[in-house]
């Protein structure tokens, strides 16, 4: 059986790894597929650099 700090550091591991998995399966800012992607997700929920981004590379 696992202790708590060694459960505590393979959860923290593992979410780690998911994080770099998914980021790594992105389209690249500016691309057709991010543009599209970026017009399904709520503007609500847009950081302020993905706004600019936007502006520069899918509207102008």
Do not use: R, Y
């Not at 593992?14 to 998914?22: D, Q």
């Not at 691309?31 to 650099?49: H, I, M, T």
């Not at 502006?55 to 102008?60: G, P, Y």
């Amino acid at each position: 059986m696992m202790n708590k700090a060694t459960f505590k550091l393979v959860a923290t591991a593992s979410l780690l790894m998911s994080a770099l998995l998914l980021q790594g399966c992105s389209p690249e800012v500016g691309s057709k597929e991010w543009c599209a992607d970026l017009k399904e997700k709520p503007k609500g929920e847009w950081s302020v650099n993905e706004g600019k981004d936007f502006a520069k590379h899918c509207i102008f």
